[in-house]
């Protein structure tokens, strides 16, 4: 069994686990009493190098990185995301942080609200604004969702630095094969259910996305009301939510190395964010969408009420890979063996926003 560092991003600062020989410890929190929106395990260097997006009441938001695994972190001298003055904008938090894949080691990207992309050349120490989105023709129409107008998620392609896609709450999905010098929405077939129009070019509500890890173009879309896949890269869209109990949530998730296997967090509605049924469990595919299992063994049985966020369910990269989430009772769960069986990891933390896992050992 690999060594996996596990980081959950709370409400109240940033815990880190290590697990070694089946055997995990919980180490925090640090970036006490601050917010951590975003965390990322950046593995392509020797030693992997922890990002965190941590916001002070106090001192507002920064990104710290860390390169001993948690033990001690810094910060930039100066600010490492910051809004040019000319776009009269200054920075509410830091929601995502993406290491690019292979092709581009040194780049990192951040998902900002408000809703904008930066990217850095060193590693996540300075940001550059991503200025075509930013100036986007769309952009001025881009109304802020439940959780503030954000770009929250971000997918680099692994084998091309210059495929970028990225999520906006709520503008929907956007798409560049050029590193950014321009982007198109990529939203035909998602609804907005709330909307006079509920299939406009942009304006859904995507609360997540995630790559399959064979087929680099199919995707998997977690929105406002619906689960979709495409099989061209997001150019288009097919609703596979039959099977579940909800279609609504927040999180999903892809395997990190099977194919066709995705996972959802389904939640009761819009107006009832408990879990599906007030049960906690976790659905996984195993064929792109067709089917959805039921993932409980070890979870809670009986009424439940924690509800898991956008970021807060990932895998690891181990075989058989750890599946984990933590929820808003405080509750971060992992399994071993693909999700096929749970165990309880740590209760009572503040509200969990985001968990990242890697195998580092």
């Not at 690999?2 to 180490?27: E, H, N, P």
């Not at 900002?112 to 300075?126: C, N, Q, Y």
């Not at 023709?137 to 998620?153: D, K, N, Q, Y």
């Not at 971000?154 to 084998?159: A, K, L, Q």
Request: glycine share 12%.
């Amino acid at each position: 069994m690999s060594d996996v560092l596990l980081a959950v991003g709370t409400r109240k600062g940033l815990f880190v686990g290590r697990r070694r020989g089946g055997d995990w410890d919980l180490s925090g929190p640090h970036f006490n009493a601050e917010a951590v929106y975003s965390v990322a395990i950046d593995t392509r260097r020797t030693v992997p190098r922890l990002l965190a997006g941590a916001d002070s009441a106090h001192f507002g938001p920064s990104v710290f990185h860390s390169d001993d695994l948690g033990e001690t972190w810094q910060e930039p001298k100066k600010p490492a995301v910051k809004f040019p003055k000319d776009t009269g904008t200054s920075l509410e938090r830091v929601w995502q942080l993406h290491p690019a894949g292979p092709a581009a080691p040194d780049v990192v990207y951040a998902g900002t609200e408000p809703g904008a992309l930066f990217r850095s050349e060193d590693g996540g120490e300075t940001f550059e604004l991503v200025r075509s989105l930013w100036d986007h023709p769309t952009r001025e129409s881009w109304v802020p969702g439940g959780g503030g107008l954000a770009v929250h998620t971000v997918i680099t392609d692994p084998g091309d630095a210059n495929v970028v896609t990225v999520a906006v709450s709520t503008a929907g999905v956007f798409r560049s094969l050029d590193g950014g010098a321009s982007w198109a929405p990529s939203n035909s077939g998602v609804q907005a259910v709330f909307l006079p129009d509920p299939h406009p070019e942009f304006g859904q509500c995507v609360h997540k996305i995630a790559q399959d890890p064979v087929d680099r173009d199919r995707l998997y879309l977690q929105n406002h009301w619906g689960v979709y896949r495409s099989d061209d890269a997001g150019a288009n869209w097919t609703d596979i939510g039959a099977g579940l109990p909800s279609d609504f949530g927040f999180s999903i998730a892809a395997h990190p190395r099977r194919a066709n296997v995705a996972y959802v967090f389904p939640i009761n509605a819009d107006i009832d964010r408990v879990p599906a049924g007030k049960r906690c469990r976790v659905y996984r595919t195993e064929d792109a969408g067709a089917n959805w299992q039921a993932l409980g063994a070890g979870l809670p049985q009986g009424d439940h009420y924690g509800t898991v966020l956008r970021d807060a369910l990932r895998l690891d990269d181990d075989d058989p890979a750890g599946v984990y989430f933590g929820n808003r009772n405080g509750e971060v769960y992992a399994s071993d063996d693909d999700g096929d069986s749970w165990r309880l990891l740590a209760s009572h933390l503040p509200d969990v926003l985001c968990v990242r896992a890697a195998v580092v050992g």
